[in-house]
């Protein structure tokens, strides 16, 4: 059941009546760590409603919202560090696309290098070839030389004996002797092609040397841009193990905001629960309130009843067990009868009788049906006459609906009839 203002204004009533009930319900309403019908009660008063939260629920709860709000900042410093390092990765990964182009780019130029290394040992090997046949067709003219000599030798040696054809021989030598000329101005002209062809073999070797410079130079180069990949490298593996311990640090912050939406279920259960055993309680007390006030005040029957007397419960308990002993009422027709909130005696339009009264704070139809139900049981077993009544301070709108048409008697203890939207019919069990 909702507290609302008019249930603290009964609840000053009942304790300025009842002392006695004061220490009970503070220490019901101690127990208690929220209450949001009592909260708009003092919203009126925030220094008053931040005293009586931190009475109830402590400094540890009320500290809670701002932990959750420090949780959440956390929280976003660890977004915002996420996205920094995910920029610094996408930079790093752009980085590495131009080092792999970059060396794409290289390991081309290497390539086409070595594809001309490869045209020119071919073009050397064609020379090498080339001088070698050379070679062997010089060897084969000083080979002729050789046999050349080797018949002049002869023919001198037959001088003496051919002087006779010394003329014809001697032509034949003219004519030797031209072709050796002939043959030294061809010689001459194979040692110039030689000379050239030395030069450009001592150009070519500039050019290899040249050529093995830049090799140096480009392994160098790759040798750097190696070191380069590989501090790189330690650099990722570094920001590979930050990353681990980062996401180890978001496992625990989402454990433990786990762990606290779990206490902040368990605290709203343990308010609920308390609230409603509050309100139980709250209700008892008013309903106890109720029948100790009839009690005290039987003339507040007279509305309906003409001198009437409220029956203590022992006399109450002594008539029903006379009845009982009679045979006349059964176990649970007197656990029926002795449940009734009071009997009272008296008279009404001349006729001798007895009320079977309900009393609540709040009357609701639940409270009609037992005194109707309880007055119809006295009547039928005990042969006398009972009217059902119902008696509190409010009526719920349900309630007063039957009792304007139901012969259920109404006994109102407030000035001037009160109907309550908000209780919810029948609050009493009994």
Known sequence: MPFTRRDLDDLLRLLDAQPEFRQRLLHALLHREALDDLRRLLAAEPALRQQLLRAVLGDEILDLPALVARLAAAQERTAEQLAALTVRMDELAAAQART????ATLTARVDTLAARMDELTARVDTLTTRVDELAAAQARTEAELATLTARVDTLTARMDELTARVDTLTTRVDELAARV??????????????????????????RVDTLTARMDELTARVDTLTAR????????DALTVRMDELAAAQARTAEQLAALAARLDQVVQRVDRQEQRISRDLQSLKDRQVMETLRERPGLFWIVLDDPEVLPPAEV??????LRSTGRLDREDYVELIRADLLVRGRRQGQEGYLVVEASWTIGPPDIGRARRRASLLRARAGVTAWPAVAGYRRSEQAARLLAGDGVLDVPLSDADELDEDTPAGASTV
């Not at 792999?100 to 060396?103: D, F, I, T």
């Not at 040692?191 to 073999?201: E, F, K, Q, S």
């Open 317 to 322: 308990e002594r008539w029903l067990g006379q």
């Open 229 to 236: 990949m590989d501090e790189l490298t330690a650099r990722v």
């Open 100 to 103: 792999e182009a970059g060396l």
């Open 181 to 206: 000329d002939a043959l030294t101005v061809r010689m001459d002209e194979l040692t110039a092609r030689v000379d050239t062809l030395a030069v450009r073999m001592d150009e070519l070797t500039a």
